[in-house]
């Protein structure tokens, strides 16, 4: 079987040409999405378990000419990979950064709080915090009102230059929360070194809760936790059962399109508008 694994991956089928080519489209619509606003955010609510509003998480869209609307799982790893990234990550914080700014002016009760995805990629640039501060303090911005959500990866190279990058940005005022929690290779030792303010728990935890059986990995990331005095938001609520169970677990906030469906901006302020009255 091994030597048979070898000689398909000599091949060069068309499909793998097509695959080539599909991403050396996708490469170079990202070097334009930037300038041709292609991109935009989209926002989805964070409640805490009496419904009440807390803020939202900023996910990045992208809607090209020809293919339409392509997932972030798909482009970021691609914006990665070529170095997009920053260029990428710094429009996301300047948009979050412009529409926290309508809000405010406008009078719209946002819940106060905007969670932005940031790459590893960015967390190992030098200049990440001293870049964001000025970015937020441009924009007429407290950090406090910036969550950043990083993923345990952001971790796995220099671990003391992402621990001080993220010591740094504590110190600043933005609030850190670790994304897709209970999914790496972390060792819970790491856990009480970082200065984190949340702790994100990851949908596939969420998808296998049912009514009346607490699935007991669920159970001990909320635990963990709170024990460690940090906030917990579970990811990908679906089901009213789901929320049922995360309650009595100790959840604290919860996202998912049991409450609502990522939003764009001007659907985002509706969806608020609309619970205030
Ligand atoms: P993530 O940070 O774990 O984001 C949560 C994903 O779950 C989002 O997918 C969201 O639309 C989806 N989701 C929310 N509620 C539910 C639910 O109830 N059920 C299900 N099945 N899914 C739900 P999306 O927007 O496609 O983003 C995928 C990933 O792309 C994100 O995962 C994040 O890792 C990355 N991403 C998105 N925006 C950005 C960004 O601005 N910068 C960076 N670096 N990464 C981003
Ligand atoms: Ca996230
Ligand atoms: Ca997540
Ligand atoms: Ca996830």
Redesign the pocket.
């Known amino acids: 079987a091994k030597s048979t694994g070898r000689n398909a991956a000599r091949l060069f089928l068309p499909h793998m040409q097509r695959d080539a080519d599909a991403r050396l489209e996708l490469e170079r619509g990202l070097r334009t999405a930037l300038e041709q606003q292609d991109f935009s955010?989209?926002f989805?609510p964070q409640v805490d378990m009496h419904g009440m509003l807390v803020g939202a998480?900023?996910?990045?869209?992208w809607n090209h000419a020809r293919l339409g609307q392509v997932?972030?799982?798909v482009f970021?790893p691609i914006a990665e990979e070529t170095g997009l990234?920053h260029a990428?990550?710094a429009w996301?914080i300047e948009c979050a950064c412009r529409h926290i700014r309508q809000w405010r002016e406008q009078d719209i009760d946002f819940g106060g709080r905007i969670s932005?995805?940031?790459?590893p990629w960015?967390i190992a640039h030098p200049q990440f915090a001293s870049n964001l501060a000025e970015q937020v303090a441009a924009a007429g911005i407290e950090p406090s009102t910036l969550t950043l959500?990083l993923?345990e990866s952001a971790l796995l190279g220099d671990f003391d230059a992402a621990l001080r990058t993220l010591q740094q940005l504590s110190a600043i005022g933005f609030r850190l929360a670790l994304?897709?929690f209970g999914t790496g290779y972390s060792s819970l030792a790491y856990l009480q070194q970082l200065p984190l303010d949340e702790l994100k728990i990851?949908?596939t935890f969420i998808g296998a809760l049912q009514a009346t059986i607490a699935d007991p990995l669920a159970s001990f990331v909320i635990d963990v936790g709170r024990r460690l005095g940090m906030a917990t938001i579970a990811?990908?609520?679906?089901t009213a059962e789901q929320e049922a169970v995360l309650r009595e677990l100790g959840c604290d906030l919860m996202?998912?399109?049991?409450i609502c469906?990522?939003l764009a901006a001007d659907d985002f302020r509706q969806w608020v508008g609309q619970r205030a009255s």
């Open positions: 955010l989209y989805q998480e900023a996910l990045l869209r997932s972030p799982a970021i990234i990428i990550g996301v932005i995805n940031i790459s960015q959500e993923t994304d897709d990851d949908r990811e990908g609520v679906e996202q998912g399109y049991f469906r990522p």
